[in-house]
Structures are given as structure tokens and as C-alpha cells.
T-cell receptor, first 116, second 112 residues
Framework: DADVTQTPRNRITKTGKRIMLECSQTKGHDRMYWYRQDPGLGLRLIYY???????NKGEISDGYSVSRQAQAKFSLSLESAIPNQTALYFCATSDSTSGGKTGELFFGEGSRLTVL | AQSVTQLDSQVPVFEEAPVELRCNYSSSVSVYLFWYVQYPNQGLQLLLK??????LVKGINGFEAEFNKSQTSFHLRKPSVHISDTAEYFCAVKSGAQKLVFGQGTRLTINP
């Protein structure tokens, strides 16, 4: 089983619908992240959380919200989806004792979202 | 602010040929540098990293990269590529307390 699991892996939805992408991890890491990948733009940070009570905006947080339900769970919500949120979304984790300093991340397999 | 530029969006090469994927970064302080690989329909996985010490870093699957501080570069190389190396490669940099920043990605295509 994957250490970082994302659900759903693929989702097609319509403009205006609420969407939630979920991420769970078994690595025991305290830090979790949501990234968005678009062709030619690389990965851009949406939100990150250093522990259950710590939530921070990334560079492109507008239109998104997150919830850290437990150390192992971090969900991303689109309250009212729009077509330019069509992208591949990745959850990632890191460990503050080592990766927190160096930046090394561990990724899920991605959730492909299409907004029509 | 730190930034990363991958100079080639696509690199096509023939099987068993050498390859170099270029990465330049900008940062005013010391950095940690990474190359991640994304195989088709998969997430990203770490290929190699430079934290300190030797400027030549060896990673998985025969890849290596060299940290060049004067050129602010961290180019990825492999002397002989295989079809299975077809993937997208991302360079990333972290400095100080700032978050990891990714380059735009380079799509490596291996032709038989």
C-alpha cells in the first residue's frame, strides 16, 4: 500500500460544485502539503500544515480551503469549482526532524480533477 | 526570493545516448537542491538531493547531478538512457526557512 494515499484519483465535476480531495498518510510525518500541477508551470503550493493546529496559505490559495482532521489526514476543498481549477493535485508529506529542514517531500499519486 | 529555471521543457534523445537536463536557481543564501522524477500516471519521487559536501551527487537509476555554486546550477546527467527513463523531471530548491520551490519541469522522451 502507498504511504501517501489520495482519493479520488480522478474526478470530473461541473462548475459551481463543491469538491473535496482527501489525503491520508502512514509515514508518521507531521507536515502535509497540497500542490497543484499544470503543464509548463511545475508544482505550485496551495496550502500546507505543520501540525494539526497549524494551517498556512501557499502561493495560490484563492478558491481553495483545507482541513487537517488528524496528523495523518489533510483534505483540500474547492467550495465552488471553476474550469481553471482543472489540474492534477498532489498531496505531500515531510518530517520536521529531517525533511522539514532540507525540504524533502514524499508524494501521493495525484488526483486529476476536471471542471466542466 | 528563491526561484528555479529548467531551461528545456522537452528533451528527446535516443536510447543509450547520454542526456543532460539543465537547472539553474537563484538564491542569496545557501541552498538545498533536489531532482524529482514523475513517471507516467504516478506521483513524484526523489531522484537525488544535494544538502552539503561533495558537489557531485549520485541518485537512483544511474542519474547524477553536479552542484555548481558559481554558476548557480544543478544539472542532471545520465551517461546512457533507457526507454524506462521516459518521465518528467523536476528540479527544486529550498533555502533557509522558505518553502521548497519547483521548476517548470522537463519532459524526457527516449526514442528507440
Amino acid at each position: 500500500d502507498a504511504d501517501v494515499t489520495q482519493t479520488p484519483r480522478n474526478r470530473i465535476t461541473k462548475t459551481g460544485k463543491r469538491i473535496m480531495l482527501e489525503c491520508s498518510q502512514t509515514k508518521g510525518h507531521d507536515r502535509m502539503y497540497w500542490y497543484r500541477q499544470d503543464p509548463g508551470l511545475g508544482l505550485r503550493l496551495i496550502y500546507y500544515s505543520f501540525d494539526v493546529k497549524d494551517i498556512n496559505k501557499g502561493e495560490i490559495s484563492d478558491g481553495y480551503s483545507v482541513s487537517r482532521q488528524a496528523q495523518a489526514k489533510f483534505s483540500l476543498s474547492l467550495e465552488s469549482a471553476i474550469p481553471n481549477q482543472t489540474a492534477l493535485y498532489f498531496c505531500a508529506t515531510s518530517d520536521s526532524t529531517s525533511g522539514g529542514k532540507t525540504g524533502e517531500l514524499f508524494f501521493g499519486e495525484g488526483s486529476r480533477l476536471t471542471v466542466l | 526570493a528563491q526561484s528555479v529555471t529548467q531551461l528545456d521543457s522537452q528533451v528527446p534523445v535516443f536510447e543509450e545516448a547520454p542526456v543532460e537536463l539543465r537547472c539553474n536557481y537563484s538564491s542569496s543564501v545557501s541552498v538545498y537542491l533536489f531532482w524529482y522524477v514523475q513517471y507516467p500516471n504516478q506521483g513524484l519521487q526523489l531522484l537525488l538531493k544535494y544538502l552539503s559536501g561533495s558537489t557531485l551527487v549520485k541518485g537512483i537509476n544511474g542519474f547524477e547531478a553536479e552542484f555548481n555554486k558559481s554558476q548557480t546550477s544543478f544539472h542532471l546527467r545520465k551517461p546512457s538512457v533507457h526507454i524506462s527513463d521516459t518521465a518528467e523531471y523536476f528540479c527544486a530548491v529550498k533555502s533557509g526557512a522558505q518553502k521548497l520551490v519547483f521548476g517548470q519541469g522537463t519532459r524526457l522522451t527516449i526514442n528507440p
